[in-house]
Structure formats: C-alpha cells, structure tokens
C-alpha cells in the first residue's frame, strides 16, 4: 500500500506558477513510479506527467511539455510538479498517483495509488 498526499494547490494568475508536492508512505517509495494526473469539470481524468522510480526518466503528456516538470526526492518520499506559465485550461484538481508498472504509463487504469486531489485554478 502506497499513501498519498497532495498540497500546494491555490488560485494564481494566468502565467503565474505553481509547485506540487506529494508526500508518500506506506510502500518503499523508490520502489514506485510516480505521476500526476488531473480533472476539470465534466472531463475525463488526463495523464500529465510519470517520473521513473530512480528519478532518471520523465514522461509528459505532449501539450504540457516545457511548462510542466515532474520531480521526486526519495530521500524526503516526496514528489513534485512545477508548473509554470499557467494558462485558464491548467485549471483542474490535480492528482498525484503511484504505479509499479515501470513503464510509466499514461492510463488511469494502470495507476492503483492515488491521493486526494489538490484544486489549481487559475484567474485572467
């Protein structure tokens, strides 16, 4: 069993940032790939980002790219999502997730961890 919290969602403005933590127990956390995921409102819930059990690899969804970056400190079990020039459309409640499929997949339904979900909304 892996444990998940979520923190460090708010209101911030268009082109503004944001940090995610996650902060994991339970489970060896090196032992788990780690990822985020988010939900708007009447959406589905969509891939965002995986990061490999060592931290090595990252995977992101294509739109995200080069404004979105995953990270994870084993030593602290914690990982992250910087998130940077946010736009309307980032706007979700934002979930940190844990797999042991080392691929790093991109489905909900290959994740079997999941935290609360922290709220990020974004003003114009």
């Known amino acids: 069993q892996v444990q998940l919290v979520e923190s460090g969602g708010g209101l911030v403005q268009a082109g503004g940032s944001l940090r995610l933590s996650c902060a994991a127990s339970?489970?060896?956390?090196?032992?788990?790939?780690m990822g985020w995921f988010r939900q708007a409102p009447g959406t589905e819930r969509e891939f965002v980002a995986a990061i490999s059990r060592g931290g090595g690899s990252t995977r992101y969804a294509d739109s995200l790219k080069g404004r979105f970056t995953i990270s994870r400190d084993n030593a602290r079990n914690t990982a992250f999502l910087e998130m940077n020039n946010l736009k309307p459309e980032d706007a979700a409640v934002y979930y940190c997730t844990a797999t042991s499929d080392w691929t790093m997949p991109t489905s909900v339904r290959d994740y079997a961890y999941w935290g609360q979900g922290t709220q990020v909304t974004v003003s114009t």
């Open positions: 339970g489970r060896i956390f090196s032992a788990v790939v």
